[in-house]
């Protein structure tokens, strides 16, 4: 059974950044679409972007479109999300999350158990 694990969340300043690793196990890397969602305290949860298998097609919600970029590394089975120019609104438990092989983005069934991000001053 595929296995997630989030890594590198932390405190950052207004305006600063920071990368979020997603280390995929348990099955085929390159058969897995993982998106990256994020909830804040008392608000549901929500996608932010995923990339594709191949990596080759990535999506963002309008919130971060322009500061947060995904991408995948194949020989280490992480997908990283680099988050610049941080704002307060974007401190939440971050997660990531994939579906069955070859699930398309959109189609989630694993989720990794979230790291925490804080943007304040």
């Known amino acids: 059974q595929v296995q997630l694990v989030e890594s590198g969340g932390g405190l950052v300043q207004p305006g600063g950044s920071l990368r979020l690793s997603c280390t995929v196990s348990g099955s085929t890397f390159e058969n897995h679409a993982i998106g990256w969602f994020r909830q804040a305290a008392g608000k549901v949860r929500e996608g932010i972007s995923c990339i594709s298998g191949n990596g080759a097609h990535t999506w963002y919600e309008d919130s971060v479109k322009g500061r947060f970029t995904t991408s995948r590394d194949t020989a280490r089975r992480v997908v990283y999300l680099n988050m610049d120019n941080l704002k307060p609104e974007d401190t939440a438990v971050y997660s990531c999350?994939?579906?069955?092989?070859?699930?398309?983005?959109?189609?989630?069934?694993?989720w990794g158990q979230g790291t925490q991000v804080t943007v304040s001053s």
């Open positions: 999350g994939t579906g069955k092989e070859h699930d398309p983005c959109g189609w989630y069934d694993f």
